[in-house]
């Protein structure tokens, strides 16, 4: 028979046994991210901002129950990752290349063509993992801090970061509002990196880890058939990509117990896309970017309209001249009117909110000078030409501004600003912009935009 002390050591023994056979089965890549000037609340800053950018841009799917499914799937996701607890959205570019792209601080894009390519669920989860990787080991903002130290005075650098001036510290690299910035093309090693952490993520959600394998392996077949080779672009394929992840998968211990594989939601989901209409026409590269070019000029504004309907707005705008977003940032422009990944021709319509100082509210004036401040900021060639011009927008107070800039499509550009508050106090303003030498062609769309514009 065992002494009192003597069982209690057996079982002190089997609880360290079970401790070290579980360290020793779970001996995982030990990942961090790498040198960076920037705080992780700066990365959530950078990411919302850039974020607000590409929805003005990209062609966000607008499907409800799709939706809800990848942001759904993401967030479960993401509440596995290690390091900070950033606010990630997840979100559908409705573009039929296989892709994806994340943001600084969790803004996460996920092409169509990327769930149709999946055979299930842990395939398509294995390239979100992917991307949350990219968001925890802070490979955006590590690129950033690269380039600015390469470009920034040593004298000015702290200046500039300590104030939290995240707009200031792009638009100095020059990637603040053009949607080339979004589209980071990460190093092998980082790409690496975000392979061995998505492992680590599915494994821990109790995914069957394969499936990034999977993925990989099938968009490396068709890849040859050229459909695939935008994600390997902007996602450059590590050596060993493959075995990388499958040896990672032995360090965490083998698959996880009863791993999951797929869900009748994925293939309700799959099948949905599969039976909406066709999406829009992808940029010359075949990316999520909206119509790109270098030769030739749009198509003057058409004289027939089409109408905007929805969050809380309604207005009209020339029916040859496609959406871009949605929500509280979009654009409205016509085919070649996107140069470069920034607007050259069209309209901007969204949301700003100004800093209050502490107060209930300011005027509209002080309001605009804050946007027309920001954009300066973020645009260090604009020049305001005529400002406070007053007038009225939906049966409420109104401001116009006019400035030059440089423009994507060469020379100069007149950008039309025109600011509101709405009833309950939501500030939006809507840029209009055309090349100097053709915006008495554009400004009568822009003003039938501005004069049909309603609140709801």
């Given amino acids: 028979m065992l002494s009192k002390n003597s069982g209690f050591i057996v079982i002190v023994a ?10 020793a089965a779970d001996s995982r890549t030990k990942l961090k991210p790498g040198w960076n000037l920037f705080s992780p609340k700066q990365d959530i800053d950078m990411g919302r901002e850039s974020a607000k950018q590409a929805e003005m841009q990209l062609p966000i ?8 499914y990848i942001d759904t799937l993401g967030k479960r996701l993401a509440s596995h990752a290690p390091g900070e607890k950033y606010p990630y959205q997840f979100k559908i570019v409705n573009d039929t290349a296989i892709n994806a792209f994340a943001l600084p601080g969790g803004f996460i894009y996920v092409n169509r063509g990327a769930i149709d390519a999946a055979d299930s669920e842990n395939q398509i989860a294995g390239v979100i993992a992917h991307e949350i990787g990219h968001v925890v080991l802070r490979h955006g903002t590590n690129q ?7 470009q920034a005075p040593l004298a000015i650098l702290g200046g500039v970061l300590g104030s939290n001036s995240i707009g200031s510290v792009l638009g100095q690299l020059g990637v603040g509002f053009g949607l080339n910035s979004l589209f980071l093309k990460y190093s092998r090693d980082a790409e690496t990196q975000a392979d061995l952490m998505g492992t680590q993520i599915l494994h821990d959600n109790g995914y069957d880890p394969k499936g990034m394998v999977e993925f990989f392996e099938k968009i490396q077949a068709e890849s040859k058939g050229g459909r695939a080779t935008q994600f390997f672009s902007d996602h450059p394929n590590p050596e060993n990509r493959i075995s990388n992840v499958q040896r990672e998968i032995e360090r965490l211990g083998g698959l996880p117990a009863n791993a999951r594989r797929d ?22 590269r075949g990316t999520t970017r909206p119509s790109d070019t270098r030769n030739g000029k749009p198509e003057p504004p058409s004289a027939k309209r089409a109408t905007f309907s929805g969050n809380g707005l309604q207005f009209r705008y020339p029916d040859n001249w496609r959406q871009y977003g949605q929500g509280s940032a979009m654009t409205f422009a016509p085919d070649s009117g996107i140069v470069n990944g920034a607007l050259a021709y069209g309209m901007m319509i969204a949301e700003f909110e100004p800093d209050y100082h502490g107060q209930g509210q300011i005027s509209l004036d002080e309001a605009t000078d804050q946007l027309v401040s920001n954009l300066q900021r973020s645009n260090a060639n604009m020049r305001v030409t005529r400002s406070h ?5 939906g049966g409420q107070p109104a401001l116009i501004t006019e400035a030059t800039n440089q423009s994507p499509a060469g020379g100069r550009e007149t950008d039309w600003i025109v600011t509101t508050m709405r009833p309950d106090g939501t500030m939006y303003y809507v840029v209009g912009v055309a090349p100097q030498n053709e915006f008495g062609t554009y400004l009568r769309a822009f003003e039938d935009v501005v004069d049909s514009l309603r609140f709801r």
């Fill in 14 to 23: 089997l609880i360290l046994a079970v401790a070290l056979g579980a360290y």
């Fill in 61 to 68: 799917l607008n499907d409800r129950q799709a939706s809800i």
């Fill in 144 to 150: 950033v801090s690269k380039a600015y130290l390469a």
């Fill in 263 to 284: 869900s009748p939601e994925f293939h309700t989901v799959k099948n949905l896309l599969a039976g909406l209409p066709a999406p829009p026409k992808s940029g010359a």
């Fill in 389 to 393: 011009e007053r007038t009225r927008v």
